[in-house]
């Protein structure tokens, strides 16, 4: 027997001898003082008695009856110690997930992950924001019997970094309200808002050039929550090597030359496990936690087909690699269907952080091995923006390091709204993808879609008036409601009123935009993160 059974043993004998005079006293006391016989010596002798037991019977226990409960609670303290302590850290090879989502068919249906209640539009107003809610919530699922706490539940989150960049400033683009949102999106599907359905939460650092200090500037000791780091291009490009053209083309290259090279800088952020790359123009839907996990320990989805089933991989019949270092979707609409170099979608990818990746990727492109008529290597482009990112990310991963990435579906992550295939003269339809079937991320249902990158269905801050309900822009509108209806919530979180003064379709906007295009539209208004003077 272990003294702590010995002890437990001993309360209740101790327990039980001052019950037992008790319950006497209790048998042989009369029920009123009608029922009783006075003049006989017993009855006598416990009137005489009665006020000095009775005060030190229930002294003893009432003393006995807190040891009890002062005991019980070291005893339950030490239990749930021991097993917390034994439990693995909140590495990549110890968590298990379990899907609390909910996918609908319909754009009716609840989307359990956000709490947004869906109508046409996809959207409503019945999400909670701020963290008195959240705590509220969290209260009235531990009241649910079906919702019972573990100790999986108190690890500690896991930090993910998530890296943007600017590489310069535009008058029409308020990035700094883009920033804004997708923050404000990826909090709300994280660990911060509700650690059930989330393990992670996420760092954000702006990656910017020297020519976006002047937009950077004005997130500088503000309340948005970002972490700014000023850096250069990776390479001079008088310090490119060979005669393919690479050294005279790049700078004027896709979108932004050779300074979309600073998102190689990605890869140095080492002190997090994962980094996701997304661009400002970017809303979060739902969480990411099953890729998330899927990355930091592949080996667990590679011998449980319903762990891999949670993974919206592009194409489910290629086998799971060992070390996932990689993740991305590709852009198919850039190149013709047959070709194999399809340029991979520089607006998001997840990666492993390594020094030694970086300093590979900088050696690939100062070495100069690219042709501007067959592309990096002879084999990977050209095509736009196949200079930098999109080029250089699959010669370096489908060619030089294969085996060691994997593409997501693009209408789950990353979701541009694309259009799935080519039209011929004679009414054929040929598929991007080169597959006999594809599948049209444009009727996505809403409550699928993880990530959205507004490229194709503009800007959000563009303020369209949409004047036709085209079935092929529906999940356009369903996200441009999504980028208002989370920029109305983090400002009402801020103390404001979450609706601005225009008359352009309120119901949609929430106020936001005046009239039509970029000009109309109502930016976020400073300071940050607090109420503004004027009340508004």
């Not at 005669?243 to 083309?249: H, K, T, W």
């Not at 990605?266 to 996990?293: C, G």
Request: with cysteine.
């Amino acid at each position: 027997m272990t003294q702590r059974q010995q002890q437990n043993r001993l309360f209740s004998q101790q327990y039980k001898q001052v019950q037992q005079p008790q319950e006497q006293k209790r048998r042989r006391r009369p029920f009123s003082s009608s029922s009783s016989s006075p003049g006989t010596s017993t009855t006598a002798h416990h009137q005489q008695q009665s006020p000095f037991f009775k005060c030190t019977s229930r002294s003893l226990i009432r003393f006995l009856f807190l040891t009890i409960i002062i005991y019980l609670c070291i005893l339950s303290s030490w239990i749930n110690s021991t097993s917390l302590s034994s439990l693995p850290l909140a590495s990549s090879s110890s968590l298990q997930t379990t899907d609390w989502r909910t996918v609908g068919n319909n754009d009716n249906n609840t989307n359990n992950n956000n709490n947004f209640v869906q109508n046409d539009d996809g959207i409503n107003n019945t999400y909670t924001h701020n963290n008195s809610n959240t705590r509220r919530n969290s209260k009235k699922k531990l009241k649910n019997k079906d919702t019972k706490p573990t100790a999986i539940d108190r690890i500690k989150p896991i930090t993910i970094g998530v890296a943007s960049t600017l590489t310069g400033c535009s008058s029409t683009d308020p990035y700094v309200d883009g920033a804004a949102v997708l923050k404000y999106s990826l909090d709300v599907n994280s660990a911060k808002f509700n650690t059930s359905q989330s393990k992670y939460i996420y760092e954000n650092i702006i990656l910017y050039h020297p020519n976006a200090s002047h937009c950077v500037a004005q997130m500088q000791h503000s309340e948005l929550g970002y972490i700014l780091m000023k850096t250069e291009t990776p390479i001079n490009v008088d310090d490119i090597q060979g005669d393919g053209g690479l050294r005279e083309r790049i700078v004027t290259n896709g979108c932004c030359g050779e300074k979309e090279l600073i998102k190689l800088e990605s890869f140095r952020l080492t002190q997090y496990p994962l980094v996701i790359h997304l661009d400002l123009d970017a809303v979060i839907n739902k969480p990411m936690d099953d890729v998330l996990d899927f990355m930091l320990d592949p080996k667990r989805f590679q011998a449980s087909s319903e762990l891999r089933a949670k993974v919206p991989l592009m194409w489910r019949e290629e086998q799971i690699p060992n070390q996932v270092e990689f993740v991305f979707t590709k852009d198919y609409n850039v190149v013709a269907p047959k070709r194999a170099d399809k340029p991979y979608q520089g607006g998001f990818f997840i990666i492993k952080p390594s020094i030694d990746t970086y300093n590979e990727f900088v050696g690939i492109v100062r070495s100069g091995d690219y042709d501007i008529k067959k592309g990096w290597g002879g084999k990977v482009g050209p095509f736009h923006g196949g200079m930098t990112i999109q080029g250089l990310f699959p010669w370096y991963y489908q060619y030089l390091h294969p085996g060691n990435s994997v593409e997501l579906n693009r209408c789950i992550f990353n979701n541009m709204n694309d259009i799935p295939y080519l039209k011929r003269n004679n009414g054929k339809k040929i598929c991007r993808t080169n597959e006999e079937e594809c599948e049209d991320c444009r009727h996505t249902n809403m409550t699928e879609v993880v990530t959205f990158h507004f490229t194709i269905c503009q800007k959000p801050w563009h303020c369209l008036e949409y004047k036709h309900q085209l079935d092929n822009f529906r999940l356009c509108r369903q996200m441009n409601k999504l980028w208002y209806t989370m920029r109305s919530r983090l400002e009402s979180s801020w103390g404001r009123t979450g609706k601005g003064t225009g008359s352009l379709k309120p119901e949609h906007y929430n106020g936001y935009c005046r009239e039509a295009g970029a000009n109309g539209y109502e930016r976020i208004q400073a300071p940050y993160g607090k109420p503004l003077l004027s009340g508004g």
